[in-house]
């Protein structure tokens, strides 16, 4: 089984590309909803005994999260220590599910992939990436987002060109999404056809 890593920056296209993936019959693991589910089940004590009072009625409370992030950046490294061994954990049980399956492919959606080191849990990486004008309108225009937040997040993301640089395949979701389509099936194929001549 080959394990894929998606990763890319916000507004880069990656939700999207993980479901061309998917619609592909690979199955994906995305951490955004593993985190989710941390924060309405087994993170909730964790965080609330980290960050005092950001939780309530069983589950976090993402707006006072935020709000306790914003006002100290020392906190995400502080959250980090908590989520990222319990989303591991959750990767590790998908991967060797979808190994016994006999899957041919599992792909991993990690936002900060190369940001904490996920690189090494992966057999091959693709970036989604775009241009900065397309990225910026796209992040712009989700609700409640200001120029503030953007940068905070950007602040906390490796540099596109970065990542571009570290990639085995980039998919570039700027010229819409049947383009990008065609782009995930040249992966998916380029991939078979590596494990092929290694046989």
């Known amino acids: 089984m080959i394990t894929i890593g ?25 951490s955004d909803a593993v985190v989710h589910q941390l924060y309405t089940g087994e993170a909730v004590a964790l ?26 950046p020392a906190n995400f490294e502080k959250l980090e220590q908590i989520v990222h061994p319990l989303v591991r954990k959750k990767q590790h049980v998908f ?35 775009c241009d900065a004008d397309i ?7 989700r609700p ?5 937040k953007f940068q905070m997040i950007l602040a906390r993301q490796m540099p596109d060109e970065e990542k571009r640089r570290r ?9 819409g999404i049947e383009e990008a389509r065609v782009q995930v099936k040249a992966v998916l194929a380029a991939l078979r056809f590596e494990r092929k001549e290694k046989v």
């Open 47 to 72: 965080i609330e005994e980290a960050f005092n009072g950001t939780t309530e009625n069983g589950q976090v409370n993402r707006q006072r999260l935020g709000e306790a992030l914003r006002q100290n």
């Open 135 to 141: 990225q910026r309108q796209r992040v712009m225009s």
């Open 6 to 30: 998606l990763t890319g920056s916000i507004g880069m296209g990656k939700s999207t590309t993980a479901k061309l993936f998917e619609e592909d019959g690979v199955a994906v693991c995305d």
């Open 167 to 175: 990639a085995d395949f980039i998919i570039d979701t700027g010229r």
């Open 144 to 148: 409640g987002m200001t120029e503030e």
């Open 95 to 129: 991967l060797d599910h979808e190994r016994q399956g006999g899957a041919e492919f599992a792909l991993l959606d990690i936002p900060l992939l190369f940001e904490t080191g996920a690189e090494s849990r992966v057999d091959k990486i693709v970036v989604v990436s």
